[in-house]
């Protein structure tokens, strides 16, 4: 019965009805489904998701390898050797395909893997009303009927019809394309053919919610919502290409072009000495197959999925992988304070009547037990009356929950409204009952920007409105202030100094305030209304420093990285907490954002001096976040912030490097950022910048390796042209060389470890190249080292009186011997070969090992040694080719005790 009267429903269009008849027509109520009801639901209608696209197959992986302009040219060059009948060539070269294509499938299957693996760490979650309870689940277990509750900075789940709503606004771009955000209206009823961008009653699937905050119910998910009809149109394109991936492509095609016209030229050459055409062809081929880093994106992609892989084990997950380029040269880090630096786990410590000093609570977290500690000469009897009505101001203007399930307390909402709700019991004041003595007519949620929250209720006397915020805010909306004695009119200063005294001490200061409210008939309650108040107290809320947060901000210190502390918290609080973090010391370290908004319109240069000297940004409203980053990018730092609301989306998106929070984020914030933190911890920040840092450096060595070893072989033969003696290699040596040298070193190199120094070194610059001085020497270096003693170890054996299959031979196994030996100086860039155990990456000299042995193998394997022109050599050779191959070692291990010197 439910499936069809949904299916119904979806015919006649929620919009067009009432919310009782789409409730009614859902078999569904308020209070949401029961768990039973909702589970038999979710087996009938199915998961609420979209078809993902398919995931390449392996075969698919495997044919791709095929699709290159290099690998068609080898296979023509296959097919020519057949042609000609050079039938052990032609084999070869076919061979060497195949083992590429399996190579690279592998990397490509791991790559493909990793990025899965990661796609399953996030995911989307919502708050639904099950028998009742609010409670979060799992946006893909929505079922139609149930409840949603939406808040700002939510994605919408499923579509949804709304049944009430407090100033709800949503981004419904991703459908209509309309960039403003669409004000929302659950009472109307509208005509049926009303457009989408004009049903002002619902709520679509993948919008985001910009303010307000909604009860809903759900009327279709995953292929039936509006999204789902769209997504067959956008499954299945290509995802755009990282920047670094992209910009490598077009190096490797410029490479590319300047290693044809070098096997042109050597063509060319061959032609005039006589050479037979198709030998030249092959030959020019293979020079331009092994020279060429053909596999630089894809052995890129490996790094990039490692590092991903890396950071994801340290609760950072990279969304967008120009993230992890860009956290090397992250130079500043703009931080909130509550749930990063902080472990937000709010307890009430004290409580301040305008009359007295402040009363100590006892207790500790979700549990509801504890006392109130008075000051000497204090009686409780005196103010019981003032204290209850403190904290049912406290209860009533609250949207958390605290419940009890086998002896264990849940709290669940804003970790300030948890706090307070635990402040309740110990007072003696439970929230439902409260709820039921003074019932709720309207209500005004807590936005970031407006820094309260208020109810509006039916008490006995009259209609109260209950107000809870920042001090400032409050005290604006006060007339008057209770006290034992009864109410008197409100002395700002003295309150304002007892605030301040409780935030020196590190506290998170609150402002309680109630009124009676006199509404007119059809007048809704808002802002406006909250004034003539009466002062009830300061609540003091402890939200200590997490234990590891300060040994982070050192190690950003030495890593050269500047930290700031961004709050919407009272300065001295924020000051407070910032000195048992060693962020700030003065006074004059800390701005606030009212000192902000007037050196802003006075001069913009005193704007950017007081973001530049300052270290803590206390009372900062989300959109001042953006005035902020802005500044510091005009002033040259590269800049990571934080956020977790809607109204940090544009800080985030502004920033180099967005950094949302997994726990306590907004989808909306999560879907800006380019890193999101599990665990809401400033040091999975750092652990983060560390983690980019070793993968753009495993990036760089890769690309060191190949291109370093591929100059290499360019210069050999161009010294062999221009001493006109025989080519050093054949075609299938090279074919062989950059099979046994290339295979596995490069991607071993992806899964080197930490150095140890990461975040011992200062930040990259933004705009310095991949290929910068550091890495055009060591490339020159190496090409002229291996290239030259390459060339001079086959002539000197041509000079010997070896014939040239025997010298070619000694050169195969010198070039083997040379690219192996590199494989170990790519490991770094600074660190001595002698103090990086090679233990530490045991891929690469496992690898490394059976690259060298399969070429050994070779050369005593009968059938391949002859395809190769390889034999065993005398001990003594190998001795005095090993010796020359350490060569390189020795060059790059003086051009690092240069760099260090010089550095």
Known sequence: MAIARHQVLTAHRPHAEAAGPVLTALDSSRRGLTQAEAAARLARFG??????????????????????????????AALVSALLRQWTDAGFIFAVLLINAVIGTFQEYAAERSAQALRGLVTPRTRVLRDGDAREIAAEELVPGD????????????????????????????????????AKDAQAVLAPQTALSERSNMAFAGTLVTTGRARCVVVTTGLNTELGRIAASVLGKAAGKPPLIARMERFAHRIAIAVAIAALTVAAIEIARGAPLAQIFILSVALAV???????????????AVGMQRMARRNVIVRRLVAVEALGSCT???????????VNQLTVRRVQFPDQPPWEVTGEGLVPEGTFVLPQGASRADHEELLARFVRAAVLANEARLVQRDEEWFGSGDTVDVALLVLAHKAGIVQSVAQDEAPELAAIPYESDARFAASLNRCADAHRAHVKGAVET???????MASAAGEVALVGEEIRSQAEGLAADGYRVLAIADGAITLSPGESFSREHLAGLTLLGLVALSDPPRAEAKDAVDACHRAGITVAMVTGDHPVTALAVSRDLDLAEKVDQVVTGAELVDAARADPARFDALCRQSRVFARIEPRQKLAIVESLQRQGHYVAVTGDGVNDAPALRAAQVGVAMGKGGTDVARETAELIITDDNFASIVAGIEEGRIAYGNVRKVIFLLISTGAAEIVLFALALAANIPLPLLAVQLLWLNLVTNGIQDVALAFEPAEGDELKRPPRPPKEPIFNRLMIERVLLSALVIGVLAFLAFQWMLAQGYTTEQARNGTLLLMVLFENVQAFNSRSETLSVFRHSPLRNKLLLFGT????????GAMYTP?????????????????????????????????????????
Request: charged share 20%.
């Open 47 to 76: 998961r609420n998701a979209l078809p993902r696209g398919v995931p390449p197959t392996v075969f698919g992986m495997f044919l791709k390898q095929f699709k290159s302009p290099l690998i068609y040219v080898l296979l023509l």
């Open 147 to 182: 409840i949603v509750l939406l808040e700002s900075g939510a994605k919408v789940p499923a579509d949804l019809r709304l049944l009430e709503e407090h100033n709800l606004a949503i981004d419904e771009s991703l459908l209509t394309g309309e960039s403003l955000a669409v």
């Open 290 to 304: 092994s020279a060429i880093p053909e596999g630089l994106p894809v052995a890129l992609t490996v790094a990039l």
């Open 332 to 342: 500043y880090i703009a931080s909130d304070k509550t749930g990063t630096l902080t």
């Open 474 to 480: 409050v005290l604006e909306m006060c007339a008057r």
């Open 849 to 856: 090992l059976a690259a060298q042995l399969v070429h050994i």
């Open 863 to 903: 059938g391949l040694r002859d395809v190769l022109g390889v034999q065993p050599v005398s001990p003594e050779r190998w001795t005095q080719l090993l010796a020359i191959a350490l060569a390189i070692l020795i060059a790059l291990e003086l051009h690092k005790w240069y760099w260090r010197r010089a550095r």
